[in-house]
């Protein structure tokens, strides 16, 4: 059933004034977390923004219990947590919340560990692609041809499949989300804390401060991301996989607005080639062609 | 009561069980292997109720015991050498966070070369960390130490992790007679788990965000200090309360052999103290007086205990089977700066041995040690502080 407006909860679990960036993405995340899943959530938090945006000892600006763990820890711990509450019999939801590098990157094998032991946890990667706590570095989830201070030039490896990924470990819940579509996110969030085993959720988290765009621009960046086909929102109970209401026009290829229009409001992509945009333009070809291969008929 | 021929590594699987544990996560690694294995099977035959991880790593592993003991529950985790240090990292978190749990060390060697067999690099490798560090001599201590070290690091006072060391193969897979407590025995002694605070859904709490204000994150440090200070007056009582309930004392801090009128002094951990007690007792039936000071906590550090008998003493030879490389070994360099500290004016001497799991015999260390007392005796001082012994 989808979620409306109506359906959500006024209490604010993320509070006003923390410590995150003008436009920050996963503060919007946060908040959406918050407005999902209620007081039920236990926070694992490994290094990353969100260790920051927090705000400072001994004050805070979670009103979630939160867990600050370290960077390549977060599933095992958030495992070892839930483990605890069904042995004490607490009704809660174990949530990781690590970002594109504690995820697919330092965090990797710890999350692989969890998804295949099916703990009863929701791992959500808020992929703002790139390192941006340590100063915007580029990561295995950084795309092709994004400026970062360490691809100076732009990155010249693709973006990894993370979420099918996910898929292949045959867990019960794998979805995408966007931060430019927070009733899709909130849903997915409740069906997943829902479901008793390992779940996953890519939340796209497009990043002012990293990708050089206006802060006032966050939600128009992630929407772009997934009308021009960059992002896209799918969902898979069981294996089952079926493309999400927002991504489902594009689908069609004439459907999908220029990735220029994307590519255009960010300085990250400043000095892509006519050849550069090509090979993204078919990065985005292939990846939905392989989508639609797995989607359930 | 029970008296079962058991290994070193099931000890510490008897007593996680009877620990009444409540999850258990590891990861193997030779020569742990056998402490998860026979968890495993308790847990799978139903005489546990206990959860298992099986982690994919030991970083995970004390993750996860650390996960479940943040959400309140008892927890145990086993590892030895690289798998330590691999996990070395959270091995700081779990005591930053003042979470109470308790990890089995099979002390190995480190590499390279790989090598399986004991010397105390990996626990050693652990001592500024802020967990409880005790060593193990015998089986049935290995079995009666993780028991009370449950007690210990739940104790409001102490309220930090705490590690029970055990040598491997010579403790580990070793076959003694172990008297194994009744359950209700161990459900007296053993309090409901206590912890400074536990993460519940609904119940904001933050624990480990950036600080403020340094000064008090400095003084969190100097708690942890505190606290294994305070841990010393734990561990006696609860080593005094233990020994009234099954009869077996250890001291508490540290254990003595012919300390009472010795002229000279060996300070040694782990299970080569067996050999240490023979090699005493050899070089005594040779006219000399030689005490042995075994050191059973290495963190906190029994400064005061150790003191208090080599303060007349003519000399004190550490023996250490681990260096801290460029410096000497670690159990040396704690003896000597606490004599100079208290300005207790004793010669004293570290003897490096046994390192890589290189086999020492109590012939071998009667012998290193008469010839350091010969020395003394003629001059009054050791010509070199040091000395790597490989054997007669």
New interface residues.
Partial sequence: MPVTLRDLPKEKLLLPGNASCPGCPEALGLKYLGMALGKKIILVVPAGCTSIIQGLMPGGAFIYPTLNVPFASSDAVAAGVSAAKEILGEDAVVVAWGGDGGTADIGFATLSGAAERNDNIIHICVDNEAYMNTGIQRSSLTPYGAWTTTTWRGKRENKKELPLIMLMHKVPYVATASVGYPLDFIAKLRKAASIKGFKFIHLHAPCPVGWRFDPSKTVEVAKLAVETGMWILFEAENGKVTISPPSRPYADKSKRKPIEEYIKLQGRFRTLTKDDIKILEKAVDDAWNTILKLVSK | MVVKPLTGNYAAAYAAKLSRV??V?AYPITPQTTIVEKLAQFIEDGEMDA?M?????E???L???????????R?FTATSSQGLLYMH??VW?VAGSRIPLVMAIVTRTLGPPWNIWTDHSDIMDQRDSGWLIMMAEHNQEVLDETIKMFKITEDPRVFLPGIVGLDAFILSHTTEPVDIPDQELVDTFLPPRRQPYV??????????????NLK?NMRMREDIHNSLEAAKKVIEEVDEEWGKLTGRRYGGLIECYRCEDASHFIVGMGAWVGDMREAVDSLRTNGIKVGLIKVRYVRPFPREDILKWVVNAKSVIVFDRSVSAGSAGPLFLDVAAHLMAAGIRVPVKNILAGITGLDVTYEDIADAVLKSVAEVEETGKFSRFIEWYYGR
Avoid: C, T
């Fill in positions: 409540k999850v996560a959860k991880i099986r982690v994919e790593s970083h995970s592993a993750a996860a015991a650390y996960g479940a003991a943040s959400g309140g529950v927890a990292e959270m978190w993460f519940k859904p609904g119940d904001s709490l933050l624990m480990g965000n950036v600080p403020r008090e």
